[in-house]
């Protein structure tokens, strides 16, 4: 994947492994609400993982190495500041899912929240249009708190379908029972916080479903799903 600077001074050339890690396939999963989890690590399953970036200057031609890149990387959710003088994403360990930033300048990453970042749902960061500081969904529970196991069934599970005859749409993982909703309730549940560029945390909004952020232009305003 490719991923230029509008001034075209700069490409960032995102990486992936030809097959996917045998240590992969084998994680566990839970299907909720038309989702795929890693309950362990609180993000989805299914999301296609960078392990390298590099970065080209464009007018040298020069390919650069990013140093202090993490180990073992599971990147995704690569986005460049409003600035375009660095960009941030995350990295999924066995522990949890890690927030990094990458100066473009010196090519050098520095990780600023670790392993508590709530990636769940889509979007789980986003900059803030300073590009000092950025917006990140957190984690308040975890995998201790889930209810998995076997469920004993203690009635059968009926549908029924009465009225008039119409077309029904076909939504796979949807919450069954109370133990899926309550899992679902925990694993999208999380906390707002302000995390500036040294690594320091401001809270911002409470533990709640959020699914979506979005940052006013003039940086005033956040719209909050």
Do not use: C
């Amino acid at each position: 994947s490719v991923i230029p600077t509008s001034d075209g001074s700069s490409m960032l050339f995102a990486y992936r492994e030809t097959y996917e890690r045998l240590e992969d396939m084998d994680l566990p999963e839970l299907k909720l609400g038309g989702l795929r989890i890693n309950h362990l690590a609180y993000v989805q399953s299914d999301e296609t993982f960078f392990n390298d970036i590099e970065l080209k200057d464009v007018k040298s031609g020069n390919i650069l190495k990013i140093k202090n890149m993490p180990a073992n990387a599971k990147i995704a959710g690569i986005t460049l500041s409003p600035d375009e003088q660095k960009f941030a994403f995350i990295n999924v360990t066995s522990f949890g899912v890690d927030l990094w930033i990458v100066d473009i300048a010196t090519a050098s990453a520095t990780k600023l929240v670790d392993s508590k970042v709530n990636a769940v749902h889509d979007a789980p960061f986003a900059w803030m249009t300073d590009s000092k500081s950025l917006l990140v969904s957190m984690r308040v529970n975890s995998s201790a708190d889930l209810k998995i196991g076997r469920r004993v069934v203690e009635s059968p599970i009926i549908a029924t379908s009465t009225g008039t005859s119409a077309q029904n749409r076909t939504f796979q993982d949807l919450l069954k029972n109370e133990e899926d909703e309550f899992n679902f309730e925990k694993l999208s549940t999380s906390e707002l916080s302000f995390v500036s560029l040294d690594g320091s945390l401001r809270k911002f909004l409470s533990h709640d479903m959020y699914i979506e952020t979005n940052i006013s232009p003039d940086g005033q305003y956040v719209l909050v799903s």
